[in-house]
T-cell receptor
Framework: DAGVIQSPRHEVTEMGQEVTLRCKPI?????LFWYRQTMMRGLELLIY????????DSGMPEDRFSAKMPNASFSTLKIQPSEPRDSAVYFC?????????????FGSGTRLTVV | DAKTTQPNSMESNEEEPVHLPCNHS???????IHWYRQLPSQGPEYVIH???SNVNNRMASLAIAEDRKSSTLILHRATLRDAAVYYC??????????FGTGTSLTVIP
Protein backbone atom coordinates (compact mmCIF):
# COMPACT_ATOMS: atom_id res chain seq x y z
CA ASP A 1 0.00 0.00 0.00
CA ALA A 2 1.25 3.49 -0.83
CA GLY A 3 0.04 4.86 2.47
CA VAL A 4 -2.10 7.95 2.91
CA ILE A 5 -1.70 10.17 -0.12
CA GLN A 6 -2.23 13.90 0.06
CA SER A 7 -2.19 16.45 -2.72
CA PRO A 8 -0.88 18.93 -3.43
CA ARG A 9 2.29 18.89 -1.29
CA HIS A 10 2.52 22.65 -1.45
CA GLU A 11 -0.10 25.27 -2.23
CA VAL A 12 0.36 29.01 -2.45
CA THR A 13 -2.75 31.08 -2.96
CA GLU A 14 -3.94 34.61 -2.62
CA MET A 15 -6.23 35.74 0.15
CA GLY A 16 -9.86 35.30 -0.80
CA GLN A 17 -9.28 32.40 -3.15
CA GLU A 18 -10.80 28.96 -2.68
CA VAL A 19 -8.40 26.18 -1.70
CA THR A 20 -9.09 22.46 -1.92
CA LEU A 21 -6.87 19.89 -0.25
CA ARG A 22 -7.17 16.24 -1.17
CA CYS A 23 -6.60 12.97 0.62
CA LYS A 24 -6.67 9.31 -0.34
CA PRO A 25 -6.74 7.08 2.75
CA ILE A 26 -5.33 3.59 3.02
CA UNK A 27 -7.68 1.08 1.45
CA UNK A 28 -9.80 -0.66 4.07
CA UNK A 29 -9.39 2.04 6.70
CA UNK A 30 -12.79 3.12 8.01
CA UNK A 31 -11.65 6.30 9.73
CA LEU A 32 -10.26 9.47 8.17
CA PHE A 33 -8.97 12.49 10.06
CA TRP A 34 -7.97 15.99 9.07
CA TYR A 35 -5.41 17.82 11.22
CA ARG A 36 -3.85 21.25 10.99
CA GLN A 37 -0.36 22.02 12.31
CA THR A 38 1.02 25.45 13.14
CA MET A 39 3.93 26.55 15.27
CA MET A 40 1.61 28.33 17.67
CA ARG A 41 -1.03 25.66 18.17
CA GLY A 42 0.70 22.40 17.25
CA LEU A 43 -1.42 19.62 15.77
CA GLU A 44 -5.15 20.27 15.94
CA LEU A 45 -7.86 17.80 15.00
CA LEU A 46 -10.28 19.51 12.61
CA ILE A 47 -12.75 16.77 11.70
CA TYR A 48 -12.99 13.02 11.37
CA UNK A 49 -15.12 10.62 9.36
CA UNK A 50 -16.26 7.07 9.96
CA UNK A 51 -17.37 5.13 6.90
CA UNK A 52 -17.56 8.39 4.92
CA UNK A 53 -19.82 10.06 7.49
CA UNK A 54 -18.58 13.10 9.42
CA UNK A 55 -18.61 12.24 13.11
CA UNK A 56 -17.03 15.20 14.86
CA ASP A 57 -16.36 18.55 13.21
CA SER A 58 -16.00 20.54 16.41
CA GLY A 59 -12.42 21.36 15.53
CA MET A 60 -13.28 23.10 12.29
CA PRO A 61 -12.33 26.71 12.97
CA GLU A 62 -15.20 28.44 11.18
CA ASP A 63 -17.69 28.22 8.35
CA ARG A 64 -15.05 28.97 5.78
CA PHE A 65 -13.82 25.41 6.31
CA SER A 66 -15.69 22.41 4.96
CA ALA A 67 -14.79 18.76 4.49
CA LYS A 68 -16.36 16.01 2.47
CA MET A 69 -15.83 12.32 1.93
CA PRO A 70 -17.86 11.27 -1.09
CA ASN A 71 -16.50 7.72 -1.03
CA ALA A 72 -14.18 5.48 0.94
CA SER A 73 -11.12 6.38 -1.09
CA PHE A 74 -11.29 10.16 -1.24
CA SER A 75 -11.75 13.19 0.99
CA THR A 76 -11.41 16.92 0.51
CA LEU A 77 -10.88 19.84 2.85
CA LYS A 78 -11.98 23.14 1.36
CA ILE A 79 -11.31 26.67 2.56
CA GLN A 80 -13.42 29.41 1.01
CA PRO A 81 -12.44 32.22 1.16
CA SER A 82 -8.88 31.63 2.34
CA GLU A 83 -7.12 34.01 4.73
CA PRO A 84 -3.43 34.44 5.65
CA ARG A 85 -4.08 32.96 9.10
CA ASP A 86 -5.06 29.69 7.42
CA SER A 87 -1.42 29.19 6.46
CA ALA A 88 -0.37 25.88 8.00
CA VAL A 89 0.46 22.29 7.21
CA TYR A 90 -2.67 20.20 6.82
CA PHE A 91 -2.41 16.49 7.50
CA CYS A 92 -4.79 13.72 6.62
CA UNK A 93 -4.66 10.45 8.56
CA UNK A 94 -6.56 7.19 8.34
CA UNK A 95 -7.09 4.26 10.68
CA UNK A 96 -8.69 0.83 10.39
CA UNK A 97 -10.66 1.52 13.54
CA UNK A 98 -10.47 3.66 16.62
CA UNK A 99 -9.51 0.71 18.75
CA UNK A 100 -6.82 -0.68 16.49
CA UNK A 101 -3.33 -1.36 17.75
CA UNK A 102 -1.30 0.85 15.51
CA UNK A 103 -3.47 3.92 15.57
CA UNK A 104 -3.24 6.40 12.77
CA UNK A 105 -1.25 6.51 9.56
CA PHE A 106 -0.55 10.05 8.46
CA GLY A 107 0.07 11.46 5.02
CA SER A 108 2.98 13.73 4.26
CA GLY A 109 0.84 16.82 4.54
CA THR A 110 -0.04 19.83 2.41
CA ARG A 111 1.79 23.04 3.20
CA LEU A 112 -0.63 25.88 2.57
CA THR A 113 0.54 29.46 2.26
CA VAL A 114 -2.05 32.20 1.87
CA VAL A 115 -0.59 35.54 0.85
CA ASP B 1 -9.25 15.44 26.38
CA ALA B 2 -6.64 13.94 28.64
CA LYS B 3 -3.49 16.01 29.12
CA THR B 4 0.16 15.10 28.93
CA THR B 5 3.23 17.12 29.88
CA GLN B 6 6.55 16.73 28.12
CA PRO B 7 9.78 18.74 28.11
CA ASN B 8 9.98 21.04 25.12
CA SER B 9 13.37 19.77 24.01
CA MET B 10 16.09 17.26 24.80
CA GLU B 11 19.52 16.43 23.45
CA SER B 12 21.30 13.13 23.15
CA ASN B 13 24.61 11.93 21.84
CA GLU B 14 24.54 9.56 18.93
CA GLU B 15 24.56 5.86 19.85
CA GLU B 16 23.61 6.55 23.44
CA PRO B 17 20.25 5.70 25.04
CA VAL B 18 17.58 8.37 25.26
CA HIS B 19 14.85 8.54 27.88
CA LEU B 20 11.95 10.78 26.93
CA PRO B 21 9.62 11.46 29.88
CA CYS B 22 5.90 12.15 29.88
CA ASN B 23 3.60 13.03 32.75
CA HIS B 24 -0.08 12.21 32.58
CA SER B 25 -1.34 12.58 36.12
CA UNK B 26 -5.01 12.74 35.08
CA UNK B 27 -4.93 9.45 33.19
CA UNK B 28 -7.99 7.27 33.62
CA UNK B 29 -8.02 3.53 33.97
CA UNK B 30 -8.93 2.87 30.36
CA UNK B 31 -6.61 5.37 28.68
CA UNK B 32 -3.89 3.92 26.50
CA ILE B 33 -0.54 5.70 26.31
CA HIS B 34 0.62 6.23 22.73
CA TRP B 35 3.84 7.66 21.38
CA TYR B 36 4.21 9.13 17.94
CA ARG B 37 7.12 10.93 16.37
CA GLN B 38 7.32 13.47 13.59
CA LEU B 39 10.41 13.67 11.45
CA PRO B 40 11.13 16.95 9.68
CA SER B 41 8.73 17.67 6.82
CA GLN B 42 6.74 14.49 7.45
CA GLY B 43 3.54 13.50 9.14
CA PRO B 44 3.57 11.89 12.58
CA GLU B 45 4.28 8.17 12.69
CA TYR B 46 3.40 5.57 15.27
CA VAL B 47 6.16 4.49 17.64
CA ILE B 48 4.68 2.40 20.45
CA HIS B 49 1.74 2.18 22.83
CA UNK B 50 0.81 0.50 26.10
CA UNK B 51 -1.75 0.31 28.87
CA UNK B 52 -0.11 -0.92 32.07
CA SER B 53 2.85 -3.17 31.31
CA ASN B 54 6.14 -2.15 29.79
CA VAL B 55 6.30 -2.69 26.03
CA ASN B 56 9.11 -3.32 23.58
CA ASN B 57 9.19 -3.21 19.81
CA ARG B 58 11.82 -2.79 17.14
CA MET B 59 11.74 0.99 17.41
CA ALA B 60 11.67 1.62 21.14
CA SER B 61 10.62 0.58 24.62
CA LEU B 62 7.88 2.08 26.73
CA ALA B 63 8.21 2.08 30.49
CA ILE B 64 4.98 2.84 32.36
CA ALA B 65 5.00 3.83 36.02
CA GLU B 66 3.13 1.60 38.41
CA ASP B 67 0.55 4.32 39.13
CA ARG B 68 0.41 5.09 35.37
CA LYS B 69 0.80 8.78 36.00
CA SER B 70 3.97 8.93 33.98
CA SER B 71 5.75 7.00 31.26
CA THR B 72 9.11 7.04 29.51
CA LEU B 73 9.93 6.32 25.90
CA ILE B 74 13.33 4.71 25.60
CA LEU B 75 15.39 4.77 22.44
CA HIS B 76 18.16 2.29 23.12
CA ARG B 77 20.74 3.75 20.75
CA ALA B 78 19.96 7.14 19.29
CA THR B 79 20.85 7.70 15.67
CA LEU B 80 20.77 10.88 13.65
CA ARG B 81 17.59 9.60 12.02
CA ASP B 82 15.88 9.65 15.42
CA ALA B 83 15.97 13.45 15.52
CA ALA B 84 12.28 14.34 15.60
CA VAL B 85 9.46 15.69 17.72
CA TYR B 86 8.13 12.97 19.99
CA TYR B 87 4.51 13.14 21.12
CA CYS B 88 3.11 11.38 24.15
CA UNK B 89 -0.65 11.00 23.78
CA UNK B 90 -3.44 9.52 25.80
CA UNK B 91 -6.21 7.86 23.87
CA UNK B 92 -9.36 8.71 25.74
CA UNK B 93 -12.73 7.01 25.91
CA UNK B 94 -13.64 8.65 22.63
CA UNK B 95 -10.61 6.92 21.12
CA UNK B 96 -9.34 10.10 19.55
CA UNK B 97 -5.78 11.37 19.63
CA UNK B 98 -5.04 14.87 20.84
CA PHE B 99 -1.47 15.90 20.20
CA GLY B 100 0.35 18.28 22.53
CA THR B 101 3.50 20.16 21.62
CA GLY B 102 5.82 17.18 22.11
CA THR B 103 9.54 16.97 22.83
CA SER B 104 11.97 18.02 20.14
CA LEU B 105 14.89 15.57 20.24
CA THR B 106 18.26 16.66 18.92
CA VAL B 107 20.85 13.95 18.31
CA ILE B 108 24.43 15.13 18.45
CA PRO B 109 26.95 13.29 16.26
Amino acid sequence: DAGVIQSPRHEVTEMGQEVTLRCKPISGHDYLFWYRQTMMRGLELLIYFNNNVPIDDSGMPEDRFSAKMPNASFSTLKIQPSEPRDSAVYFCASAPGLGQVHGYTFGSGTRLTVV
Amino acid sequence: DAKTTQPNSMESNEEEPVHLPCNHSTISGTDYIHWYRQLPSQGPEYVIHGLTSNVNNRMASLAIAEDRKSSTLILHRATLRDAAVYYCILRDAGNQFYFGTGTSLTVIP
